[in-house]
C-alpha cells in the first residue's frame, strides 16, 4: 500500500469542495481522476501529494512520489509541447514510486500523446492522471476516481467501463424516479379518496328520518366513522412525507435550428481549394493542394504541432485567389482567442446578441453546455477560463453561420463539456472544419480527414478509424514487391543447397517458398 487517506474533507471557504471517506492507492494502481472543471481535481491530488494539508482527515504516504503540474511557465522560448516532455522525461527519471500527473497531455500533439501512452504503459510503478483524453485514459487507466457534486466515486476498469456504469446508474435512477412517482401518485390518489369519503360521512344517510337518527344515534356514527378515515388519511400523508424522494435526472431537447442558406448549401460545394500552399518566409509548410467542401461536411484537420494547421485555417476563413467560397456560406471562426465577449454583459446578453434564433433554443444550447437557470444571467466577468470558452461556443453556435471553423476547440474543458459539445456538432447541420489532437472527439465527429504528413497535405474521404488503418494502394505494392525480392532470394538459396545436398526437408522447403510466390503473384 503507497498511500492511505481517511476521512477527507476539503473546503473553500464555508463549501465542501471534496470529500472522500477512504481512499487507497496500491503499488501497480494506474487511476484517472476526472470530475468537471472547479470540482477539485487538482486540489485532491495536490492533498494526497502531501503539498497541501486536508481541512479534515489525514493522509499517510508510504511512497517516493513526484508531481507534474499542469504546464503555465510562458518565460523559455521553447514550446509548450516540448517544455511538457522534458518536465515529463525528467521527472520518469526520478523513477517515483508514486506519480501524481495534472493534464499531462496538454500542449503535446498525437504523436506526443502516443509518446507518453507507451512511457507509462512500460513504467513500474502507480499513479493518478488527470486528464480530458478519453483515448489516453483508456489506454492506461485501470481504475476512474470520479468527483461529482463534491463526492468521490470509485469504478473499476478504464474511462470506457467508467462510462458503461454510469450509464447503468443513470438507467436505475430513471427507473428509481419511474417508480416513486408512481407510488407517490397512488398514495396522493389514495389520501383523496378517504378525504372524500370523510366528507360524505358527515352527511345524514338519505332513507333515515330526523327521529331515527336520533333514536339509533346516527350522528355519533358518523362522526366515528369520519375521524377513523380522517386518521387513515392522514396516516398515508405520513407515509407520503416520509418517501425518499427522487428528483427526476434533466432531458435536454435535442437541437433543430435555422439554418442560413439552408437550401442553397446543404449537400452542395460550398468551398474550393485549388493548389493551396503554405509558407512562413522561406519554410514550405505545405506543398499546393486541391480538394472541395460541401454543405454538412464534417472534416477534421490534423497533424503534428508546427505543421500549419491554424495557417491553412486562417487560409479558408481569410480566402485569396487559392480559396473561392460559395455565396451561400457564412463562416464562424473559434479560436482560444476569446476577446469577442462583453465581460460586463450575461452569459445569455453575450449569446443572443449575434443570433436571430429564438430564446428557447438559445438557452436549450447554454443547457446543453451545463448553464442552467439563473446561470445564463452571471457575467462574464465571474466566469472561469473553461466557462468562458463554453459561453464563446455557444455564442458561435447559434450564430448567424452555417459553417463552423473551430481551432482546438476542446482546451480547457473537461470531459462532460466535450461529449456536450460533440452532441451539439453531430446534431449540427452545417459544415464544420476542426483542428483537434483529441482522438476521440475526432473519432465522434469528423466524416472526413484531412491530414498533414511531410509538408504534404492527404485528403482522406471516410472517418478518422478508417484513416488509422488504411494502407495507401502503392505501399501495398510495393510491400508486395519487396516480399516477393526476398522470396526470390530465398529461393535461390534452397536450389543452390538442394544441387549441393538434396534432402526431403529443402525439397519441402522450396515447394513452400514456390507456393508462398505465387499466392503474393496472385493479389
Known sequence: MLLEAH????????RLLVEAPHLYIGANDRIGLVGRNGSGKTTLMEVLAGMKSPDEGMVTLRARCEFIPQLKRTDTTKSGGELTQEIIQNTLLKEPELLFADEPTTNLDTSHIEWLEKKLQNWQGAFVIVSHDRTFLDALCTSIWEIRGGKLNVYKGNYSKYAEQRELEDRQHDQAYEQYMQEKKRLERAIRLKEEKAERATKKPRKVSPSESKITGAKPYFAKKQKKMQKTAKALETRLEKLEKVEKRRELPPIRMNLLNEDTFKGRIIMRVNDLSGTIGKRILWQPVSFNVRGGDKLAII??????KTTLVKSIIRPKEHVKLSPAV?????????????????????????SSQDETLIRTVLARLHFFRDDVYKPVAVL??????????AKLFVSDVNTLVLDEPTNFLDIETIEALESLLQEYEGTVLFVSHDRRFIKNIAKRILAFDHSRITVFEGSYEQFLTYVPPDTELKNREEQLLLLETKISDVLSRLSLEPSEELEKEFQLLLAEKRKLQSI
Not at 335 to 341: C, E, G, R, T, V
Open 384 to 393: 472561469s477560463g473553461g466557462e468562458r470558452v463554453k459561453v464563446a461556443l
Open 303 to 308: 497533424g503534428p504541432n508546427g505543421c500549419g
Open 7 to 14: 476521512h477527507i474533507k476539503i473546503y473553500v471557504k464555508d
Open 330 to 354: 457564412k463562416i464562424g471562426y473559434f479560436s482560444q482567442n476569446i476577446d469577442l465577449l462583453d465581460i460586463n454583459k450575461s452569459v445569455l446578453d453575450n449569446v443572443r446578441s449575434t
